[in-house]
């Protein structure tokens, strides 16, 4: 299993330009997420879904879109890039009815 | 909603020493788990110990251990026996089952040899 998969590892961008940050999951888990992590702040919760076909908003989703057409795939999106976007993000995935969550290894991206 | 307080922006300690990281919480879920996760500078989230409210006795993991006061909403992690390889940003987080997990602002802890 390779568990939990992010790609790119870094990613610059500048101010306007959208881009896709991707994750992957291969043990076949329900529910995935996405967080970002600000110094200071902690991870903070941008979209989650408990299922393909479903998702929903966290505590910050301004700025982001996420889809889930398939179990495996839960895609970020930026429409529009920010530098108040400038973050690490994490995605993470469980089983349903299981309590611990997979974390993938991040992406930190810069938009300048 | 869950909440999560970890009031130690910063903690240190002696290498072979004890330290507590201090965590509260609040919930209206009445079944839940609470988790105690580190993350060393290479970012990887490592779950370090849970604990199921519903047991009275607290968890332990071979170093580390948990004061959980559930009345009082309270979640702290004890670490015996420092190493440097503990030293971390520690997170506390609440979780049910129905509902995302939500992470306290950390702690970084710092082991000084």
């Known amino acids: 299993n390779a568990g939990v998969t992010q790609t790119p590892k870094f990613q610059v961008l500048k101010t306007g330009q959208s881009m896709t940050l991707q994750c992957a999951q291969d043990?076949?888990?329900?529910?995935m997420s996405w967080y970002r992590q600000d110094p200071g702040m902690g991870l903070r919760l941008i979209h989650y879904?408990?299922?393909?076909?479903?998702?929903d908003q966290g505590e910050v989703p301004n700025g982001y879109n996420v889809s889930r057409s398939t179990t495996e795939d839960f895609p970020l999106r930026l429409l529009s890039a920010a530098p108040s976007q400038t973050s690490v993000y994490f995605c993470?995935?469980?089983?349903?009815?299981?309590?611990?969550?997979?974390f993938g290894p991040g992406t930190r991206l810069t938009v300048t | 909603a869950q909440t999560v307080t970890q009031s130690q922006p910063e903690m240190s300690v002696q290498e072979a020493e004890t330290v507590t990281l201090s965590c509260t919480y609040d919930?209206?879920?009445?079944?839940?788990?609470l988790f105690w996760y580190k993350q060393p500078p290479s970012r990887q989230m490592i779950l370090v110990i849970r604990?199921?409210?519903?047991?009275?006795q607290n968890a332990t993991e071979n170093r580390f251990s948990v004061n959980f006061q559930k009345a009082a909403k309270s979640f702290s992690l004890k670490i015996s026996d420092s190493q440097l390889g503990d030293a971390a940003m520690y997170f506390c987080?609440?979780?049910?089952?129905?509902?995302?997990?939500?992470f306290g602002k950390g702690t970084r802890l710092s082991v000084i040899a």
């Open positions: 043990m076949n888990h329900e529910y």
């Open positions: 919930t209206s879920e009445s079944d839940y788990y």
């Open positions: 993470a995935s469980r089983r349903t009815g299981g309590f611990e969550q997979y």
């Open positions: 604990q199921e409210a519903y047991k009275q």
């Open positions: 987080a609440p979780f049910s089952g129905n509902t995302p997990l939500v």
């Open positions: 879904s408990v299922g393909a076909g479903i998702t």
